[in-house]
């Protein structure tokens, strides 16, 4: 790939595998935490294993399993939520995966302009595809 010729889905591919490579390179360092916090209508969930995202996820919507535990927005179109996992590193602070967080985040943005009538924002499942960034 030339980074001066290449389209922007091959630009999020590079980009995508690196995010993973910085995440895994993290030691897994799972903990039971569960963090719960608010920006407006929309709850952020931040969890230390997959197995206390699956329980927290699952009490709050009725036995319902979380969609990915890599990160999951979830609305019944009023209340909007994000769930992300976290890593606390060895010297103690917490970090999520900030890719996946934005993600979920593009997903809130997309909801909330299509319920407010607003321009449309792009699904971010689709920006790894060409035509989101062009016509063909």
Known sequence: MNWFSAEPPEHMDVLSKSVNTWWDSIPNTETNEFIETAFGDTK???????????????????????P???????????????????????????????????????????????KSGTTQYGHPDDVTKKDFYEKE
């Open 44 to 66: 952020v969930f931040i969890f230390g294993s997959k197995e206390r995202g699956a329980k927290e996820f699952s009490d709050r919507h009725k036995g319902m399993k979380i």
């Open 68 to 114: 990915s535990d890599v990160g999951t927005a979830w609305s019944d179109g009023t209340n909007m939520e994000i769930w992300v996992p976290m890593k606390r590193t060895k010297s103690g602070n917490i970090v999520v995966n900030h890719w996946a967080l934005g993600h979920e985040l593009g997903h809130i943005m997309k909801w909330k302009t299509e």
